[in-house]
């Protein structure tokens, strides 16, 4: 559990860094856009190379593959809810209007947005501890925590709230989602080899989900033309971290 909770701290640290550079100075979208697109090539690799990979070991195609859709449809599901109630808006629009520092709680919205990404990859990254430490996906999740966090505070910051605030409230995010590896960790521990896969396939599932929904659009949409060398540099990185 002790590794859980350092890989979870590791993780989620890039959430108060993200929110100390962010409520101080604002980068633009286009170098948040590129750390996107790092993160995702880097996701994708190490979803491919050890979280689905060990699934489809464990459980074969069927368990793993049902496992992939349930998470899938989960954040789907869980995400369109919270886009409804929360902010109206898809994800990538919400950090669209929060780097251009517009007002009325855009920065609450996004910090709720942040999370039910996180949770997942969270959870995830506690999940694949069962087999050995993941360092491809531990640096995979906190290259993704950092720059929606960056961008969450900079909008926080444009709603008059201090700098010690805002960094107050991701580092409560950041505690939450620590917790998430440690559980991860914990129930993922006590499953045998065809329920675990099912939850790997489950947390990869709802992780490439998130990556399609949010990551990846904001990246390519405001990271050009640098976002495609960027998610080949993060798939590179952490192909190799794997091998």
Avoid: Q
């Amino acid at each position: 559990m002790l590794t859980a909770l350092l890989y979870g701290l590791a993780a989620s640290s890039a959430l108060v860094i993200g929110a100390a550079i962010g409520s101080r100075w604002t980068l633009s979208k286009h170098i948040t856009s590129i750390l996107l697109a790092f993160a995702s090539g880097a996701l994708i690799s190490a979803l491919a190379f050890e979280l689905f990979e060990e699934a489809f070991e464990l459980g074969g195609a069927t368990r793993s593959g049902l496992g992939l859709l349930a998470g899938a449809v989960t954040f789907i599901v869980v995400d369109t809810m919270l886009d409804k109630r929360v902010a109206g808006k898809a994800g990538p629009d919400e950090r669209e209007v929060a780097a251009s520092g517009a007002s009325g709680g855009v920065g609450w919205a996004l910090l709720a947005a942040v999370t039910l990404d996180g949770v997942p990859e969270n959870l995830a990254l506690g999940v694949s501890l069962v087999e050995g430490a993941s360092l491809t996906l531990l640096i995979a999740i906190f290259f993704s925590n950092l720059p929606e966090a960056l961008v969450g505070a900079t909008a926080m910051r444009s709603e008059e709230r201090s700098a010690a605030a805002v960094i107050g409230i991701w580092v409560v995010c950041a505690g939450f989602l620590t917790v998430a590896v440690v559980l991860g960790r914990a129930f993922g521990g006590s499953m045998s080899p065809e329920l675990l896969a099912l939850a790997l396939g489950f947390a990869g599932g709802a992780v490439l989900a998130s990556l399609a929904d949010t990551l990846m659009p904001e990246a390519f949409e405001h990271g050009r033309p640098w976002n495609a060398l960027a998610t080949c540099a993060g798939f590179f990185l952490s192909y190799v971290l794997a091998a």
